[in-house]
T-cell receptor, first 122, second 113 residues
Framework: DTGVSQNPRHKITKRGQNVTFRCDPI?????LYWYRQTLGQGPEFLTY????????KSRLLSDRFSAERPKGSFSTLEIQRTEQGDSAMYLC????????????????????FGDGTRLSIL | KQEVTQIPAALSVPEGENLVLNCSFT??????LQWFRQDPGKGLTSLLL?????REQTSGRLNASLDKSSGRSTLYIAASQPGDSATYLC????????????FGKGITLSVRP
């Protein structure tokens, strides 16, 4: 278990440029989540993949944002035409879908987070 | 819409003190609750996960409790140490096919030597 890996750790770019972040989840995890965290706030959900399928997108994810998870392995998050308000920490998390056993619905397995990519827009 | 509240935003205690961090949520239809620790500039480390059918979970000096009916959870830290200084966040999941987390803003804990 090498943990969730995110690259780059820091990205500084000028307003209007495009940026792409990468997330490598824990190898056997089929679920992958992207969150955004601004200073003094908790992370906010952006989008979620089960294997290669993107199953939900938050209203926070404007049309300038796109995420992919080809082949159900690593994921990329791209922001086009960056704006000042995009400055934040972008966090990726992964988990196993399913149950820990017994009855119930949904996943009770914890989400494991990477160290994030900090984006600064000049 | 689920809202998660953590008060106070910051807490400072002397080393060795036992302390309780509070978390409240508005929608009791949760499937699980997770407590995380976040060090400055870092990602989140999962501390404890409590399923909605459980009342508490323990790991070492940490004990988390859950009262769904009142929409509250507490994280108890015994014999605090300077190394416990960090931001502690709670998050709830509604479960189902997604299980996305809704977070509070966190409590920044400082343990003074």
């Amino acid at each position: 278990d090498t943990g969730v890996s995110q690259n780059p750790r820091h990205k500084i770019t000028k307003r209007g440029q495009n940026v792409t972040f990468r997330c490598d989840p824990i190898s056997e995890h089929n679920r992958l989540y992207w969150y955004r965290q601004t200073l003094g706030q908790g992370p906010e959900f952006l989008t979620y993949f089960q294997n290669e399928a993107q199953l939900e997108k938050s209203r926070l994810l404007s049309d300038r944002f796109s995420a992919e998870r080809p082949k159900g392995s690593f994921s990329t998050l791209e922001i086009q035409r960056t704006e000042q308000g995009d400055s934040a920490m972008y966090l990726c998390a992964s988990s196993l879908g399913g149950y820990t056993g017994g009855k119930g619905i949904g996943s009770v397995r914890p989400q494991h987070f990477g160290d994030g990519t900090r984006l600064s827009i000049l | 819409k689920q809202e998660v509240t953590q008060i106070p935003a910051a807490l400072s205690v002397p080393e060795g003190e036992n302390l309780v961090l509070n978390c409240s949520f508005t929608d009791s239809a949760i499937y699980n609750l997770q407590w995380f620790r976040q060090d400055p500039g870092k990602g989140l480390t999962s501390l404890l996960l409590i399923q909605s059918s459980q009342r508490e979970q323990t790991s070492g000096r940490l004990n988390a409790s859950l009262d769904k009916s009142s929409g509250r959870s507490t994280l108890y830290i015994a014999a605090s140490q300077p190394g416990d200084s960090a931001t502690y966040l709670c998050a709830v999941s509604r479960g189902g096919a997604n299980s996305k987390l809704t977070f509070g803003k966190g409590i920044t804990l400082s343990v003074r030597p």
